[in-house]
């Protein structure tokens, strides 16, 4: 079973400032994925990855298969922004191959 | 119905008394998951069906039943509730087992 870990746990920063949230896996994937919840609960998928950089806005994602790890950059950051996002790592076929970290709570001051 | 939906929104139960929650997706997607969130522990994946009139068993299946009849409805049943299903309870849908989830927003159930 993949193991998932991601880092910070939780992270305060003040608007403007650029964010990035690590997630490392212990075994080949085939794909990352990176969840955003938002206060009210709602789970809204970001990117899924399998190699190289994604971007879309402010975000920006990027994965190296050889150090089994992936990041999730926030530019020009915004209270809104201010969410836990969560990782999770596809290491087998079949619909129970995803294993989630426990998600980095952000906050982002004004 | 706009992507998925699930019912109830929160929902308080005595122990020992079944309950069902429902799933229901309107973007045709063959896979479905039940996924449970606890503090500290992430989710983690309760059944799943890969397309309709097949299920299987995930990581915490253990007091949990579902069903697929058809290709919108996943219903997740708790036969005898106990308080260690306190929790919050998430469905989603893929196109295909390896395709991005879509979640609904969430059951908040409570068992006293």
């Known amino acids: 079973k993949n193991e998932v870990e991601q880092s910070p746990q939780n992270l305060t920063a003040q608007e403007g400032e650029f964010i990035t949230i690590n997630c490392s896996y212990s075994v080949g994937i085939s794909a990352l994925h990176w969840l955003q919840q938002h206060p009210g609960g709602g789970i809204v998928s970001l990117f899924m990855?399998?190699?190289g950089k994604k971007k879309h806005g402010r975000l920006i994602a990027t994965i190296n298969i050889q150090e089994k790890h992936s990041s999730l950059h926030i530019t020009a950051s915004h209270p809104r922004d201010s969410a836990v996002y969560i990782c999770a790592a596809r290491s087998g076929g079949g619909a129970d191959g995803l294993t989630f970290g426990k998600g980095t709570h952000l906050i982002i001051q004004p | 119905i706009a992507g998925i939906t699930q019912a109830p929104t929160s929902q308080i139960l005595a122990a020992g008394r079944r309950m069902t929650l429902r799933c229901t997706q309107d973007m045709r997607h063959n896979a479905m998951y039940w996924y449970r969130q606890d503090l500290g522990l992430g989710l983690r994946l309760i059944h799943y069906?890969?397309?309709?009139?097949?299920?299987g068993k995930g990581e915490v299946p253990d007091g949990y039943s579902v069903s697929r009849a058809n290709t919108d409805d996943f219903p997740l049943t708790l036969a005898s509730a106990v308080p260690s299903q306190t929790s919050v309870y998430f469905c989603?849908?893929?196109?295909?087992?390896?395709?991005?989830?879509?979640f609904g927003p969430g059951t908040r159930l409570t068992v006293l």
């Open positions: 990855l399998s190699s």
């Open positions: 069906s890969n397309t309709a009139g097949t299920t």
């Open positions: 989603a849908s893929s196109a295909g087992e390896e395709n991005e989830q879509f």
